[in-house]
């Protein structure tokens, strides 16, 4: 991402943190997350988990309180400051940084599992986090992306200023159709679809939306 643009998305998603779990679906619905999470990672015991764009900590603090060990990324502050108040509640042992995800430290290959829930929407190069990810797995790791078609709900379009939307090749929101197709482009082999799992959708307001999973061969 050019410095201007990730600077406006992280200062947008810092002054949002402190109202973030206010109104987010992994909190209002977070045991119908777990189970679709629990689902989707297909796990036998505990795995090296890699949350990126983790804001407040949604999917590291479902996968902790499996019993996975986690490390969260996100360029915000503000958001990883409620992420880490919240892991301490929970009592749940998660490492979180303060970094993009392009430039995270990372070792590649650290990783069983990396997810990515509602982020590709708001980053400038969308396929680099898919690269990132795929550069950090093991061979036979699992992607777990989660993600929607926002423009058809008001109520979930973010409120960037115009001139940034328009450099987010994403602002839009995501089918399930691109997203298989990005996958692919990133290396990872075949897809395996989740969403159906939600007894009721989970944004409301008939937001398309989807959980994929795809191994890096
Ligand atoms: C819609 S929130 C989603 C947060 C979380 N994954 C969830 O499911 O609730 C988007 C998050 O992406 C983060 N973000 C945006 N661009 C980023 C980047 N380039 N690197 C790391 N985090 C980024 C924002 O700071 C924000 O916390």
Redesign the pocket.
């Known amino acids: 991402?050019s410095e201007a643009t990730?600077d406006a998305?992280?200062a947008?998603?810092?002054a949002?943190?402190p109202q973030?779990d206010g109104v987010?679906?992994?909190v209002a619905q977070r045991e119908t997350w777990r189970e679709v999470l629990a689902a989707a990672f297909e796990a036998e015991g505990p795995q090296d988990v890699v949350?990126?764009?983790?804001?407040?900590?949604?999917?590291a603090l479902i996968a902790a309180s499996l019993g996975h060990r986690v490390r969260g990324?996100?360029?915000?502050d503000?958001?990883?400051a409620v992420a880490r108040a919240a892991a301490q509640a929970m009592n749940l042992d998660i490492t979180f940084e303060a970094?993009?995800?392009?430039?995270?430290a990372i070792e590649p290959a650290s990783a069983d599992i990396v997810?990515?829930?509602?982020?590709l929407?708001?980053?400038?190069r969308p396929m680099d986090?898919l690269l990132q990810a795929h550069r950090i797995l093991r061979p036979g790791g699992l992607v777990v992306v989660?993600d929607g078609l926002w423009s058809v709900a008001p109520q979930y379009r973010?409120t960037y200023d115009p001139t940034l939307a328009a450099r987010l090749p994403l602002h839009d929101g995501l089918t399930e159709v691109l997203m298989r197709q990005m996958l692919t482009d990133a290396g990872f082999g075949k897809a395996l679809s989740w969403q159906h799992l939600f007894a009721a959708p989970p944004y409301p307001g008939d937001v398309p939306m989807f959980v994929v999973t795809a191994r890096r061969p």
């Open positions: 991402m990730q998305v992280t947008y998603w810092s949002r943190a973030f987010a679906s992994h949350d990126l764009g983790t804001g407040t900590g949604a999917c990324y996100d360029g915000s503000g958001m990883l970094t993009v995800i392009d430039e995270a997810t990515l829930r509602n982020v929407w708001t980053l400038e986090a989660s973010s």
